[in-house]
């Protein structure tokens, strides 16, 4: 704990809030290495994780005062790293037959993925998002399928959910997907 009871973190988020050129470097520092690393982790090339790392402390920026002071920041970093890298993954994944030849994407497929496999798995997951609540097939195919990436605070905003239910109630939809497809 710092002064006044608050966390390293919170200090920090109070000070980048208010204007802290400083502050704001110590928070890059601080979760740079974390950000960078999750992509990477999930098989993304250097640039791809770089742009992430941009995206995810561009994100931040954008909600730095709308966070609640008791927020995991380096918790709430590596839950938008995720989201994005997931989505360049589908993405790359989505892209046009003849463009799956380059190592970056074929990287992402297993070796005998065909097209017909491809579409069988889409159909799938199709099916299973239409034996959804209309709730959950609705945030799922916001935060997952959409072609532009809607903010949280959109998703929150269309759907009438508090941005902060957001992630909760994604991993319970996904729970239920994932029972579904399993069945």
Known sequence: MTESGLTSDQALLRDCAAGDSYAWQRLL???????YSIPLNYGLAREDAADIVQITFAALLAQLNSLRPDSNVGGWLATVARRH??????RKKRMPTAEFDSEATTALLPERTTAITRWEMTEWLHAGLGLLGQRCRDLLTALYL??????????????????????????????????????
């Not at 520092?29 to 950000?35: Q, R, S, T």
């Not at 890298?85 to 589908?90: F, H």
């Not at 929150?156 to 902060?164: D, F, I, K």
């Open 85 to 90: 890298t997931w989505r360049i993954i589908a």
């Open 29 to 35: 520092d601080k979760y740079e290495a974390l950000i």
């Open 146 to 183: 959409e072609e532009q990436e809607p903010s949280y605070a959109e998703v929150a905003q269309r759907l009438g959910l508090a941005v902060g239910s957001i992630g909760a109630t994604r991993a319970r939809c996904l729970q239920s997907l994932k029972q579904i497809l399993q069945a």
